[in-house]
């Protein structure tokens, strides 16, 4: 028998129902996602974890890849003169940011950062390398961490290193780097619905949360099973004020020069807080096939008796090419397998037994219902995408019909202040426009703007808040 | 016509002979690789040079994984008490190491260090997950930057920050950690003669070059155009020293409490002005096909005739699986063409025009080379891989013929110190394994030993230097 004293059952795990902020933490912990470390706010990312996030990271790149984006790797720090170049932009996050002040024993003649994003450090470049129209449109993108001096930290959710990718493009026209903002979030929109089984909210941000320095702030929302939003990607379009701070022009079709309009977009290591928080159930974490490290789990029962582990092996070696596929012939029992696999969300597990090689068959499992289907060992190849696709569309659709139901309208600020503190939850209702009429939600009801979707719906003529005319159908919630 | 007006033509490139260290800066900078930050010390690593770490990146990771090895993501930052545990480490990094003081506006309770390498970080980590023998091993990677505070810096080859992956691992023996150590330095090994046609000496340091920290440090050696040496890899055993400092101890299969043995080895950036200063030439960059971001570039000829393009595009759809292809149609003439992608290091380019078509036959330029082959559209796909391992073989049939020829034996200290000054290369003699000598030769010859190579000769039985019985023998030279 393995030691399994360090290994906690399943069973220790807090339910959702009894302390969801708990329940989290458990299943990041106890799935192997992640652990805390020896330094403030930063966690580190265990290989179950690594390997998500490299499944998604390799997911994204391909669509980033696709439409013509180039990686690059600029560097870790920013002079505190280039961070000041932009007004806005140095405001928002000059607060936040980590100061290396010393170089071995040297004090430095100007601190740096720690770049908390890296718009100014792409403009500083942009400048040197934009010269003319045919320079143009830039299309750069960066994996890499960054930092940001959080007063209080949940993994993936909030951390002062967190991974990212950052985009960030420059363009002829106005016109065209709008195109590429939209189009960049319906590239997050699009990864999140196919490849993570999260539906999600697309739209624009109020000016009072959109990011510091931009124009125009897009975002995609998802629903939590608390009924919390989290912001999941966010695409902005900066016109050409940093352009301008930083002084890229180039010469134009028509001879004269020109500031050049920028765009800005990511998705960090937070969707896999998002993943955890939109799938998850009491028996741990529940992930979509797509980026899932290990898609099936083969567990041999009775391995003692002859031909099990033979025939499990077989099948692990022949599947191969079909799944990412693991076979865990272990000691443990087969119960503490099912609990282990289903902690770490595994989308599929095939038990195979003597009984079942007599009979040319195994048993599949799937996570997201624990539904039984006993397949022909002939039909694997053909059976296990099926059934992988079949849990995809059941985890979406799971996910957009609790979203749906937990998504009201108020007409009145009485019926949003009572939905707000009594049903967790979106809430959509008309908007003015105005800050004062957002600040009073706040204060009044405890939500913020999520978005102003992209799809509107005409609600009614007037403001929830103030009952002037509305301009807009918000969705409000409270958020991660 | 285009406008290239910002593009320098090949004929600007600085030739090996007037001044290597200038060639070699022109390269990086014209063939796009990287270029030159606002940050002291940092370079921004372009499209090109990006493209081409990915590759590197997904090829040694493949070796890693096939081998077992898993990645995690661990904290940017150490603090100082931490990195203090282990004594030789600390007095090896803190002189160097870039120091967070500040967060946002508050000052730091201690300070934290921007990490030089992460020994400390997993040995902290490493103390929480292993407690049976059970948990071993633990084969752990990271591809992460890391900052040394550099005084003078060249690009790829000497950076305050830079690209690398750290492999750390923890065994239940010293003997399973030792051949762990050796087994992770034949991976370099391989990759670099393999993908990269890039022959190495491996063997040991001396104790004077070893890691701080290590016991034993292993390296590759790559001979430069200009006889310098390259240190392409390296892989260090530390013994169980790490592990008392950091109280790492597991229970063994005999119930005792043991301390585990361990591994850490590396690969950086650095790699890239390795095949830069290998393989380059007067034209600019020659890139091992393996790696190389663009594997063959078409180029037609005579596009504005008639079906040209239609036919060079046609070519490109029909090779992308089979090579990794770009088609230049772009307004340049075919000269300035051939010029940029052997700048570039394109490893063939594949000439079509409108008599090729009639022919059914195209033409393929080898960059190694030079070498031109009529090949007929109908064989390509055959065709293709074949040439593109003949400019394998032959870029590293060429780099050994250069490391042979520039490889001397030394007898007597006045024969090391005649041939250090007049030829450069690499230098072989006999060491009686003394500190002294091993510092005379630096004095008086201004040499510094590679390694004791694992394939040593009996050149003769005395110590070039002292006279005295000798232990090893040793390859000198001058390195970057």
Redesign the interface.
């Known amino acids: 028998m393995?030691?399994n004293s360090?290994k906690k059952m399943v069973e220790s795990i807090t339910s959702m129902e009894e302390d969801f902020a708990k329940w989290y933490t458990d299943v990041v912990i106890k799935a192997e996602l992640a652990?805390y470390?020896?330094?403030?706010g930063?966690?580190?990312?265990?290989?179950y974890?690594?390997?998500l996030?490299?499944n998604i990271r390799n997911d994204l790149d391909a669509r980033f890849k696709e439409l013509g984006h180039?990686?690059?790797?600029?560097?870790?720090?920013?002079?505190e003169s280039?961070l000041q170049k932009e007004k806005d932009h140095v405001e928002g996050f000059?607060?936040?940011?980590?100061?290396?002040?010393?170089?071995?024993?040297?004090e430095l003649a100007e601190r740096?950062c720690?770049r908390p994003t890296s718009e100014t450090?792409f403009c500083?470049?942009y400048r040197?390398?934009i010269?003319?129209y045919?320079?143009l449109p830039k299309l750069?993108n960066q994996w890499?961490?960054v930092?940001r001096?959080e007063k209080t930290t949940r993994p993936f959710l909030r951390t002062?290193?967190f991974?990212w990718q950052e985009g960030h493009t420059m363009h002829e026209t106005a016109e065209e780097a709008m195109e590429e903002t939209v189009r960049m979030l319906n590239v997050y929109a699009d990864f999140c619905e196919q490849s993570l089984a999260i539906p999600v909210i697309k739209g624009r941000k109020t000016d009072k949360e959109k990011f510091a320095g931009a124009e125009i702030t897009y975002t995609i929302e998802a629903m939590m099973h608390d009924g919390k939003a989290l912001q999941s990607g966010t695409s902005h379009y900066f016109g050409d004020g940093f352009a301008r701070a930083f002084d890229i022009q180039f010469t134009g079709r028509d001879n004269t020069l020109q500031y050049p309009f920028q765009t800005s977009w990511g998705m960090s290591t937070r969707i896999i807080g998002a993943i955890i928080m939109t799938h998850g159930d009491d028996n741990g974490l529940v992930l979509p096939p797509a980026v899932a490290p290990v898609q099936l789990v083969i567990i041999p029962i009775a391995q003692h008796k002859p031909g099990v582990i033979e025939a499990a092996s077989a099948l692990r070696d022949r599947l191969k090419s079909v799944v990412r596929v693991k076979m865990d012939d272990s000691d443990n029992s087969a119960g503490w397998k099912f609990a282990e696999y289903e902690m770490k969300g595994v989308p599929l597990r095939l038990e195979i037994g003597p009984r079942d090689i007599e009979n040319n068959q195994c048993v599949i499992v799937r996570r997201d219902n624990r539904e039984k289907t006993v397949v022909s060992l002939d039909q694997l190849e053909q059976k296990i995408p099926e059934l992988l696709k079949a849990v995809h569309d059941g985890l979406y659709k799971k996910a957009l019909e609790r979203r749906e139901s937990m998504t009201y309208t108020a007409l009145t600020m009485d019926e949003l202040i009572d939905i707000a503190s009594n049903k967790p939850g979106f809430i959509k209702s008309m908007w003015c426009g105005e800050l004062e009429c957002e600040n009073a939600l706040k204060e009044q009801a405890g939500v913020t703007s999520r978005c102003m979707p992209f799809e509107q719906e005409h609600l009614s003529d007037t403001c929830v808040c103030c009952g002037k005319p509305a301009k807009k159908m918000v969705v409000w919630g409270k958020a991660y």
Chains 1, 2 share one sequence.
């Open positions: 393995a030691d360090n652990s470390s020896g330094v403030r930063c966690m580190i990312i265990r290989p974890g690594t390997a996030w490299e180039e990686n690059v790797m600029m560097p870790l720090f920013i002079p280039l000059a607060p936040e940011v980590a100061w290396v002040t010393h170089g071995g024993s040297e740096l720690v450090l500083d470049h040197d390398i010269h003319s045919r320079d750069y890499c961490s930092v001096w002062t290193e991974f």
